[in-house]
């Protein structure tokens, strides 16, 4: 085989080898971009916890999806979001065995979001902590207090405050999902 047609034919395979390898790195970036992030975080908190709770059941094979209700879920972390973020802290004061603590809801969202709150968080801290919580709506103010007879907790649950005592617990992410898989109503 003369020498030009040596080249030729080894520059038409060094083309296609350009040609593929540009095509596949291409497609790998795209890839990548479309499949692989540095990033862990969906957007906010109440986008992660849905999309947490759809990549769940997606991978339960015994998922019915009949009964779940994920719009459920979305009403009470807004809910949650409006006492974590819709209320101010008039005072926080240390009492006997405990903490007193008034707040005020700035909106109509926060005013429900603690009505529900206060109706089940209370049992839920009794049960898992051993604390007596109460609250008591006093015109526009939420009156809570928060007590022991454990003393060695005492100067914890002063340290906690308003959202630290609403924090409490292990029964939050399970409640979610009841919520979601439609195991627990919401009104």
Not at 115 to 128: Q, V
Not at 144 to 173: D, M, P
């Amino acid at each position: 085989m003369p020498f030009y047609k040596i080249t030729t034919f080894a520059l038409k395979w060094v083309a296609v080898f350009i040609i593929f390898g540009i095509t596949g790195t291409a497609y790998g970036q795209h890839n990548m971009h479309q499949n692989s992030t540095p990033l862990t975080e969906p957007g906010n908190d109440i986008f992660g916890t849905i999309q947490e709770v759809v990549q769940k059941l997606e991978a339960n094979p015994d998922t019915d999806w009949s009964q779940v209700n994920l719009e459920a879920l979305r009403q009470h972390l807004l809910d949650m979001k409006a006492f974590t973020e819709e209320v101010e802290i008039l005072s926080k004061d240390q009492i006997e065995k405990g903490i007193a603590i008034t707040v005020r809801p700035h909106s109509e969202r926060a005013v429900q979001a603690l009505e529900k709150l206060f109706s089940m968080h209370p049992d839920m801290i009794k049960k898992e902590k051993g604390w007596d919580m109460n609250a008591k709506q006093n015109g526009n103010n939420w009156m809570i207090t928060c007590t022991t007879n454990n003393e060695s907790e005492v100067q914890k649950i002063r340290a906690l405050g308003y959202i630290g005592l609403l924090s409490e617990g292990a029964h939050h992410q399970l409640h979610h999902w009841m919520i979601a898989t439609g195991k627990m109503k919401m009104e």
